[in-house]
């Protein structure tokens, strides 16, 4: 039976503990008995799919990898929190983003992004997240911040833009890491088409699987099974797909370029391999030990421990369990270029559009 979500336990912070325990259900356990039925499942409840999956994992994300949810590249001697701040950097330059642009974050996540953005370009960033406990997370964040008068929030669904914001509303938009949970590629960039203005421009770093990617290949199948599970993602798609979806709606791409594919010393991986000996900084070596065995069996066996105890709601654990699966499946699938988290697309909408 497939699983549906139930709106019941739910929680004041906007989490359902329903949909968190539902989550894992959402696929097959072994990877050989996946059928159509199950993606054709996910991709029509692509919010359940979504909602179950951050209302267990956000919590994990902050103590693991910090408020902005994303990979980077990395330079010798950069610190990990100095990397994904460039990363962000670097996206909101090859915009071209100006201060006093209302730019819009597809995905926000808990606002991570859209604060160091916002900061650096000194643009009015709306950020728009399906998830009402990030969105809680970000509004608090920002606030602490002190930066409340220069982003703000809103619920909605990536899939239904025009309706919510209305046509030519955003000078700029961006999405780091966030379209690849839509049911389709094509749908989303052609809401992010409707809500640019005409000569607006649109920003990506977009999840792929790269040209080496062969889903006939056993062992292909089932790494990409195992970044979805580990991901909340309904369906992993070539990077081909991806580029074709956006000249499909329309868009001008002005540049294009796979990061992860550029010959870099250290890896975009590397804080999941749990090897203390390659972090950077001394303060990165923490953030690497939690994806280290002793990190892991401390994480696994305390979260268990505080789910018992009525800290996390029901269904955290299972959900936490599946993000070691996709540690391994994005490591696997890193060193053998078969994924990548930095497929970059730079494009405009024509002004006759």
Not at 86 to 97: D, Q, S, V
Not at 255 to 262: F, K, W
Not at 311 to 339: M, N, Q
Request: with cysteine; aromatic share 12%.
């Amino acid at each position: 039976m497939s699983p549906v979500a139930n709106e019941s336990t739910a929680h004041a912070d906007g989490r359902v503990g329903r949909r968190i325990e539902n989550y894992t259900a959402f696929w097959q356990k072994d990877v050989s008995k996946e059928a159509g039925q199950d993606t054709e499942n996910r991709l029509a409840n692509y919010t359940d799919v979504i909602n179950g999956y951050y209302d267990g994992a956000t919590s994990l994300y902050e103590y693991g990898w910090g408020t902005s949810f994303h990979f980077s590249r990395y330079y010798k001697g950069e610190s990990f929190y100095q990397a994904l701040a460039r990363h962000e950097h670097y996206l909101a330059f090859k915009m071209g983003l100006k201060p006093g642009m209302r730019v819009l974050d597809v995905g926000c996540g808990v606002g991570g992004p859209a604060r160091e953005i916002a900061q650096f370009a000194d643009v009015q960033i709306v950020g728009l997240n399906n998830n009402d406990y990030q969105v809680g997370r970000a509004r608090k964040l920002t606030h602490d911040a002190g930066l409340d008068g220069q982003v703000t929030y809103t619920v909605g669904d990536f899939m239904k833009l025009a309706e919510k914001f209305g046509e030519n509303s955003f000078d700029a938009v961006y999405a780091i890491e966030a379209t690849v949970h839509a049911p389709s590629w094509e749908g989303v960039y052609g809401e992010i088409m409707k809500v640019l203005k005409p000569g607006g421009v649109f920003g990506v770093y977009e999840w792929c699987m790269t040209d080496k990617w062969d889903p006939s290949i056993p062992a292909h199948k089932e790494v990409a099974h195992g970044i979805e599970i580990g991901n909340g993602i309904p369906e992993m798609r070539p990077l081909a797909k991806a580029r074709e979806a956006i000249v499909k709606v329309g868009f001008e791409i002005e540049h294009e370029e796979d990061l992860a594919d550029r010959p870099d010393p250290i890896p975009w991986y590397y804080p999941l391999e749990g090897d203390i000996r390659k972090a950077q900084t001394l303060w990165d070596m923490f953030t690497v030990w939690r994806m280290s065995s002793s990190g892991k069996f401390v994480t696994h066996h305390g979260l268990w421990f505080i789910e018992k105890l009525g800290f996390v709601p029901k269904g955290t654990f299972e959900v936490g369990e599946t993000l070691k699966i996709a540690a391994d499946a994005l490591v696997k699938s890193g060193r053998e270029k078969l994924f990548t988290p930095m497929y970059l697309v730079v494009s405009r909408k024509t002004a006759q559009n």
